[in-house]
């Protein structure tokens, strides 16, 4: 399959892409960030997001959604990383509804999905618990009381999580932390009973927040997927989020690159139009190349989801890792391309720098996902 859009993804994208730059400039998160807002994103645009399809943009038209796929995802994150759009996007129209989809029952969907493409509820993915992310070292644990489990322990870094309406919480229902064996995903309401949660203002001006559980109790009804042997839902829910991130990252990188080169078309130094000089030029040349790679992996990474998603972790990670990098190397120049300036909040290339830092820890960073290739290489 050629590693490009196709039509009717190319609409979409330009769709998006008109949209956020109407709707959701970068100028709405220096106003969301300067006025402190509570939710952290705008509740009218995700309502907007909702009439416009995007938030159900994964989910099948039986359930209120559009019923598009990984590549339509995709292409709508790489379009909020280029504005810096602060949206419930990756928690609930991606990973809440992947996890939804992908281990939910009849009743389950039912209930949640039709509210998740209608922009009615916030969900959010718990799964960290430590400074990085290893989602097999969760120790929240679930015990088995009467007809059902009792939750207790804390989650960190869950994006939204402090707003959120429905959380997925990945729980130890056996084994010890570490192990793959023993996880279950469970599906608890925001307010229930026991939920206590701290909102976390991130450097990039989005939200996330610490999620505690203090005899949290739920029936067994609300266990999304297998007791015991949820990891492998979990990695599958963790891989959709990993790909679309790496969409919003190429976006990220892709608008970096744009800025930095209007700003060296325009500033002067030594009597000269900086972009002129040939250093400038061949670092330009190497970062545009590096972003094209990018751009490809990460169209494969979720061509691959749509098409066999059970042989696509190798190629997420792919282009996670990459998208990590290359991002990183994007936002880096684009600060140095602009001297000083580009340190100060005048300029919008520093918001970039921070969301690339922000979204390159989330879902596991270059170097994590550069470990798991290579052990799935055998080394």
Do not use: C
Request: zero cysteines; hydrophobic letters at 45%.
């Amino acid at each position: 399959m050629a590693l490009v859009l196709n039509d009717e993804q190319t609409m979409l994208r330009d769709t998006a892409r008109s949209f956020l730059a109407s709707e959701a400039p970068v100028a709405a998160l220096r106003q969301l960030r300067d006025a402190n807002v509570a939710d952290g994103f705008s509740r009218e645009l995700w309502k907007q997001f909702a009439g416009m399809g995007f938030a159900g943009v994964l989910i099948p038209e039986d359930f209120g959604g559009v019923g598009l796929g990984h590549v339509e995802a995709g292409v709508v994150a790489e379009e909020i990383g280029r504005n810096l759009a602060a949206t419930p996007f990756l928690s609930t129209a991606v990973l809440t509804a992947s996890a939804l989809l992908n281990g939910g029952s009849d009743a389950q969907k039912a209930a949640w999905l039709p509210k998740i493409a209608g922009g009615e509820i916030i969900g959010a993915l718990a799964v960290d618990e430590g400074a990085k992310h290893r989602p097999e070292k969760t120790a929240l644990q679930a015990t088995r009381t009467g007809n059902g489990f009792t939750l207790n322990g804390a989650k960190t870094f869950v994006v939204d999580g402090h707003v959120a309406d429905l959380l997925v919480v990945a729980a130890r229902t056996s084994g010890q932390p570490g192990e793959t064996q023993g996880l279950t995903l469970f599906l608890v309401a925001g307010d229930a009973g026991g939920v206590s949660r701290e909102r976390t203002v991130m450097v990039d001006a989005h939200n996330a927040a610490r999620v505690n559980f203090d005899n949290v109790q739920v029936d067994a009804d609300a266990a999304l997927g297998p007791v015991d042997g949820g990891y492998e839902l979990l990695e599958r829910v963790l891989n959709v989020g990993r790909a679309v991130l790496a969409a919003e990252l190429s976006g990220v990188g892709g608008q970096a690159f744009d800025i930095a080169q209007a700003y060296v078309k325009e500033r002067s130094q030594f009597g000269r139009i900086i972009g002129e000089f040939q250093a400038l030029q061949h670092r330009s040349a190497h970062l545009f190349s590096e972003l094209e790679v990018t751009r490809a992996a990460v169209i494969k990474a979720l061509q691959t989801l749509d098409a066999s998603p059970e042989k696509a972790a190798t190629i997420v990670a792919v282009a996670k890792a990459r998208a990590g990098a290359s991002t990183e190397l994007a936002v880096q120049e684009g600060v140095q391309m602009h001297g000083g300036n580009g340190m100060t909040d005048a300029f919008d290339i520093g918001l970039y720098m921070k969301r690339a830092r922000v979204a390159q820890e989330l879902l596991g960073d270059s170097n994590f996902h550069a470990d798991r290739l290579a052990r799935a290489n055998g080394y």
